[in-house]
Each structure stands twice: as structure tokens, then as C-alpha cells.
């Protein structure tokens, strides 16, 4: 990427009136985010969802949104902040099945967005002793089943660092989702905890500097933890918050939601309950309910029947190439990252994984994750 995309990048999302979805939208139509800079406002406004009145603000933005975009990336470059547009290839591909996902992404840290398993953690910032002993403990067991876990959570007070803490204590990777910019942490009391985060995982935001964690950022920050992970994990909450917040965009995204179910009389277990209840979640009572559902629990080395059948069963070119990919991944892998390794269309990706599915080839996962066959 050069100097003068990123600067287009990074001014788009300063153009108000111009969200995720009419930015995406902008620049299917246009061609690239460097034509909505220089593009006259009646073509603009022939773009559906723009009109007259939106294509003359973006026009009359255009110059002050390019100014504050060089004052940003001032800002990232001294910083060592890595920015990812969502043409990028780096960029979360999880996210990228999400329609409202952001269009810019500014990350600080050892950060892997694509080659790990993700699995979100929430829960009430007024975290009882057994929620935060059944979080440490849910992290603990994960790490000892699997290594390649990353551990994301909001930072905040309660569960959230609770789930942080307890992954850097078990060495897994962790990953905060801020509803701020990176030239602040809030609350200041994480500070210590987020320098740590960022040897083996980091923080990660949407919002450029100089802005304020303000209550509605903070429901933006949650979509980015239920579209970033495989698996959400509400460990406690109350009737209302932004756990359940997270747990509802979850299940929006088809993400694979989870939770501690606890008595009937516990004020911050009425939310779990209620997920549980209204089969928004599954109930688990151990970091093991949540592998086996997974099928992320780990196999015994054996000879995959998969491989023994292929050499029975008349394979295409496209078919062979989707099992070599799948060769690499003995866990899964989920459609839309196979679309982008493989450079085909999701929808070709799918006939072909639904016809080797025929072939008893592969096995099809909850989240749209398929692998080879055992």
C-alpha cells in the first residue's frame, strides 16, 4: 500500500455521513477509495444510498478529511500502529463476513488476525469470586488443550480483564477491542495489563485518536469481538449489558455462543440464563463442553479415512486443490478464508465442499468450518 492510499483509507472514515456500509458501498461503485476524492458530487449522488444532498457534503468534507488523515498517520507511523483497510489482505477475515464490519482497523502489538482460533469472552464488570474463577479456569483449560487460541475480550473492568490476565498467565495470545482511540486506555487502571497484551497479541480499534470512549462506541466495540472470534463465551452477566449486546451480534454473525449457566436467585447470572434459555447459547459448566462442541478437542494421530478414500474416489482439479488446503488445517478451516486462499468465489468454494461433503471427503463444523474427514 503507498503513502497516498492509506492517507484516502484512513480520510474516508472522517467524512461523516459516510459509515461502514456506505463507504464499502462508495467504493464498489466508484472503483477505488482514491475516485471518491476527486469524483464530482452528481455522480455521487447516482450512487444508491448517497443522493443529492449527502454527495455534496462528502465533496465539501473531501480536503478536511485529507489534512486529519496526515495528522493521523503522524500519529501511527511515531507510534508503530499498524492500520489495515478492509481490502486488505491482513484484514480479519472473520470480520469480513460481517456486513457492518469496520472499513479500517488500527492495531498496536504482536498481532495474528487470521491464523489462529479466536474465542471472545464477556461477561459483567461487577464479576463475582466463581465468575472469575470460572474464566480463570475456562482459560487455563483452554491453553491445555490447545495452543493456538487467541483470547479476545473489551478490556474493561470484570470479566473482560479477568480473560486477559488469565491468557497472558497460560500463554495464549489476547487481543483487546477498544471503543477509543490508541492514544489513550481506558480504564487507566489496564494500562499495565494492555503494555503486557501487546508482547503476544495487542489491542485493536476502529476509532481514530482523539476519540472518547463514549457509551455508544462502546456497542461498535462489541460487534468487533462477536464477528472477530469462532466461539463466544459470556461467563456472567445481568439481564441487560453489553454482554448480551455481544452475545445477540454473535448469534447475528452465526458465531457459536456459549455460557455458564448459574441459580435462578444469581443477579448476575440472570443474563446467562436467559441466553441458555431462549437457545441463544449453549450451556457449558467447562472449558471442555466448549472444545467437544467445537470439535476442537484433540485427536489422536491416526490415518485420516479422508486420505485413505481419495485414493478411490475420482477427484477434479478444484476438488484436489481444496483438500491439499484442508491438508493444512487438521482443525478446519472456514469457507470464506478458503474463498481467499484459493482465490475462487465463495459460491464455487461451497458447491465444491458440498460435493466432496457427497464424497464423504470433508465434514462440515459449526461456524461454516469444514475439514477433511477422520
Aim: net charge neutral.
Amino acid at each position: 500500500m503507498t503513502g497516498n492510499s492509506l492517507t484516502y483509507q484512513i480520510a474516508l472514515t472522517f467524512i461523516k455521513g459516510v459509515g461502514n456500509l456506505l463507504a464499502k458501498t462508495l467504493i464498489a461503485y466508484v472503483g477505488s477509495v482514491e475516485g471518491i476524492f476527486s469524483e464530482k458530487a452528481q455522480s455521487l449522488g447516482k450512487i444508491p444510498g448517497i443522493g443529492r444532498i449527502l454527495s455534496t457534503e462528502i465533496v465539501s468534507q473531501r480536503d478536511a478529511a485529507l489534512v486529519r488523515a496526515e495528522r493521523e498517520i503522524e500519529f501511527i507511523t511515531k507510534n508503530d500502529i499498524n492500520p489495515c483497510f478492509f481490502t486488505d489482505s491482513e484484514y480479519p477475515f472473520r470480520l469480513k463476513e460481517c456486513p457492518d464490519s469496520p472499513i479500517m482497523l488500527y492495531g498496536k502489538g504482536n498481532l495474528e488476525l487470521n491464523n489462529k482460533k479466536f474465542v471472545g469472552i464477556v461477561g459483567t464488570r461487577n464479576a463475582t469470586d466463581e465468575g472469575r474463577a470460572n474464566c480463570k479456569k475456562l482459560v487455563s483449560d483452554i491453553a491445555a488443550h490447545q495452543s493456538d487460541v487467541v483470547i479476545i475480550s473489551g478490556l474493561a473492568y470484570g470479566i473482560d480483564i479477568c480473560a486477559h490476565k488469565a491468557a497472558l498467565d497460560a500463554g495464549l495470545p489476547t487481543i483487546g477491542v477498544l471503543a477509543h482511540g490508541l492514544d489513550r486506555i481506558y480504564p487507566a487502571a489496564h494500562r499495565s495489563i494492555a503494555a503486557k497484551m501487546q508482547h503476544d497479541g495487542g489491542l485493536l480499534t476502529e476509532f481514530a485518536t482523539e476519540t472518547n470512549a463514549d457509551k455508544p462506541n462502546f456497542v461498535q466495540r462489541n460487534r468487533i469481538i462477536a464477528g472477530m472470534c469462532d466461539a463466544l463465551v459470556v461467563v456472567e452477566s445481568n439481564k441487560k449489558g453489553g454482554s448480551l449486546i455481544t452475545a445477540n451480534m454473535a448469534n447475528d454473525y452465526n458465531r457459536d455462543v456459549f455460557a455458564f449457566p448459574g441459580r435462578v436467585t444469581d443477579e448476575f447470572s440472570a443474563g446467562c440464563n436467559a441466553l441458555i434459555k431462549s437457545n441463544k447459547a449453549a450451556l457449558i459448566e467447562s472449558a471442555e463442553d466448549m472444545l467437544r462442541f467445537m470439535n476442537w478437542e484433540n485427536s489422536k494421530d491416526k490415518t485420516s479415512v479422508g486420505e485413505q478414500t481419495s485414493l478411490f474416489v475420482d477427484l477434479t482439479n478444484e476438488e484436489e486443490d481444496i483438500l491439499s488446503v484442508l491438508k493444512q488445517y487438521p482443525d478446519g478451516i472456514q469457507t470464506n478464508e478458503l474463498a481467499i486462499r484459493l482465490s475462487r468465489p465463495f459460491s464455487k468454494i461451497s458447491s465444491i465442499l458440498l460435493s466432496l461433503e457427497f464424497k464423504n471427503m470433508v465434514k462440515c463444523l459449526p461456524g461454516n468450518v469444514y475439514k477433511i474427514m477422520k
